[in-house]
């Protein structure tokens, strides 16, 4: 079963938000006034009752579920990159976070949906402005094939790229290079998902029946 706890914003959120900052300003991005992913502010089913938003998420794999295939992918892309760049060998850092409860989803109990933090995983080295445009194919590759399509945040400015892809339940792909710490970053954040227990019990939590007895 999943346990979950709050835990605080990491150094690489912070970054991710500095980097929309930067593509806003100077890579010239266009930035909507809707939903912001770096924000969590998709208002999109708000005027939705829980009986849908449940319906949605119940045709949804579960968290447990869709993290195995998140860190399944991430697996393969650091191997393809080392394969095809020379990389030298990942190291996965922590530990996964939870965080109870989905903004885009708030008819749904906190108990009964949530959201996850991958582990990051990281080589102590960077990848050139020479090899960027190599690497990006190679991940989009790699990730296309577990639904991660729809580009994001791009920022390249210097020895610095960032690169964000989404796929259809809002789960962020980030690659980002060229930090102080001159190495690659690794990571991926899950969309909305049921707990385990959740799905099977197949209703909403506020309208279960309780257990007698």
């Not at 990491?10 to 593509?23: E, K, R, V």
């Not at 991958?118 to 960027?132: D, F, K, L, M």
């Not at 390249?156 to 190495?183: I, P, S």
């Amino acid at each position: 079963m999943t346990k979950w706890k709050p835990v605080p914003r990491s150094d690489n959120n912070s970054l991710g938000f500095l980097a929309t900052a930067i593509a806003c300003t100077v890579v010239l991005t266009a930035c909507s006034n809707g939903a912001d992913p770096y924000l969590d502010n998709d208002n999109s089913r708000e005027d939705m009752s829980l009986q849908h938003q449940w319906s949605e998420l119940m045709q949804r794999p579960n968290i447990d579920e869709v993290v195995a295939k998140y860190e399944k992918m991430q697996k393969e892309v650091t191997e393809a990159l080392s394969s095809e760049l020379g990389l030298p060998q990942w190291s996965i850092g922590g530990n996964n976070s939870t965080n109870p409860g989905c903004n885009d989803f708030r008819q749904v109990d906190s108990w009964d949906a949530i959201k996850e933090s991958i582990a990051g995983t990281t080589t102590p080295a960077r990848i050139s402005t020479e090899q960027w445009p190599k690497a990006v194919d190679t991940i989009k590759r790699v990730v296309a094939g577990h639904g991660f399509t729809t580009p994001g945040l791009v920022v390249d400015k210097g020895d610095f790229h960032t690169m964000d892809l989404y796929d259809g339940y809002g789960a962020k792909f980030n690659v980002m290079t060229g930090t102080e710490g001159n190495n690659t970053v690794i990571g991926v954040s899950t969309g909305c998902h049921l707990l385990p227990e959740a799905k099977q019990r197949g209703v909403p939590r506020s309208t279960a029946t309780p257990p007698t007895g």
